[in-house]
């Protein structure tokens, strides 16, 4: 039998138990990217409270990567000192912390004035945004600074990074067909589509050292007609999994519109809302897989852990209102999380997420 409370390792990265904060955007930069107090104040409450891992909300990797502006930026001069507070804070907490990083591709609303956001392929965003496709220089120089920022992470204690390719930003617009009309080798077959995650990856390795851990967030599924599949996601899991990739965070939706948001309202209080598909590829890859989406309950988390090969879950609602929940629960109280799923915290500029401290 597999507890929440067992120590867990993604490579070398070692865990105290299977529960992880999922990466959770928490306005936490002012408006030039830079690092306010705000992410130190909330990761170390969740630190201090017995989270296995803390993953950061997105933080933008490469140029115009940003879906706001209050995004953190890794490119700024002032990352890695400002970064380290974080990293240091945690560590003296006992906790460990991964980084995310993200492009948002299509979805970067906070671009230099002048230019416009770009994607797989040309996309009208609304009626007076487009977004171009990209070159292949663009896509090279992409690598290059995904593989730059993950060294920053590594240089200023964070214990991993983890690349997010779910949720419609711009390495999941890849692997989607939805996004990706691409008649290139980065666009047609599932493997081609993935070439960029894998490309991006085998470049963190080489600017990391060999055995830093590195995870990557993926759709299980996008959730809507014509995207990206279960049985693609088994493809591009099992290409990183021999390629030596440390964990995949299982999550599923293209967020555009109501149900395809990787966000919902659970259905059920002993199970995630994605955990079959997370069931199903960790049935298939060697590497642990960490399921999210939905998790509000014990059973839940035990149901998932010991019905199938997942080997953690991730939450990230139920710690913005409450981010004791993982002590409260290794002390001995066992009630669900008090989140509700109402989704108020994406309310006025995310203020529920600062609210909640
Ligand atoms: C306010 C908020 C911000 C989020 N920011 C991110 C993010 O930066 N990166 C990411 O991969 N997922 C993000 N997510 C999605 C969560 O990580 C998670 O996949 C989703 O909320 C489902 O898990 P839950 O039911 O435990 O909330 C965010 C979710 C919320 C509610």
Avoid at 263 to 292: C, H, L, N, R, Y
């Amino acid at each position: 039998m597999k507890s929440l409370f067992d120590k867990i390792s993604f490579g070398t990265l070692e865990l105290r138990n299977r529960i992880v904060r999922s990466a959770t955007f928490e306005m936490g930069a002012a408006d030039n990217g830079k690092i306010t107090d705000l992410p130190e104040a909330i990761y170390t409450k969740l630190a201090e409270n017995e989270v296995g891992l803390i993953i950061t909300g997105m933080m933008g990797a490469g140029e115009n990567s940003r879906a706001f502006p209050g995004m953190i930026d890794t490119e700024g001069a002032s990352f890695v000192s400002n970064f380290s507070r974080i990293t240091s804070a945690v560590h003296q907490k006992n906790g460990k912390i991964a980084a995310q990083l993200a492009h948002c591709g299509v979805k970067a609303g906070a671009v230099r004035q002048g230019t416009s956001p770009y994607g797989p392929s040309d996309f009208a965003v609304s009626e007076d945004t487009y977004a171009r496709g990209m070159t292949k220089g663009e896509i090279e120089q992409l690598i290059e600074s995904f593989g730059i920022a993950a060294a920053k992470c590594r240089e200023a204690g964070a214990d991993a990074v983890e690349i997010h390719a779910a949720h419609g930003y711009l390495l999941s617009q890849f692997l989607s067909p939805y996004y990706n009309k691409r008649k290139d080798e980065y666009g047609g077959s599932v493997e081609n589509r993935a070439r960029l995650l894998i490309e991006i990856y085998e470049h963190i390795r080489e600017c990391t050292e060999k055995d830093f851990p590195i995870l990557v967030k993926i759709n299980g599924d996008d959730l809507i007609q014509h995207g990206f599949t279960a049985e693609e996601c088994l493809t591009v899991c099992t290409m990183l999994s021999e390629k030596g990739l440390d964990a995949i965070e299982v999550s599923s939706g293209l967020a555009i519109d109501n149900s395809s948001l990787p966000f919902q309202k659970p259905k059920d209080d002993e199970k995630g809302t994605f955990t079959d598909t997370a069931a199903m590829i960790a049935d298939k890859v060697s590497i642990p897989i960490i399921s999210v989406g939905g998790y509000r309950t014990i059973k839940s988390i035990e149901n998932a852990l010991n019905k199938s090969n997942i080997s953690a879950i991730s939450m990230s609602r139920p710690f913005i209102c409450e981010p004791g929940l993982v002590k409260r629960w290794h002390t001995g109280n066992t009630a669900p999380s008090k989140c509700t799923s109402c989704n108020g915290c994406f309310g006025e500029k995310f203020a529920c997420v600062q609210h909640c401290m």
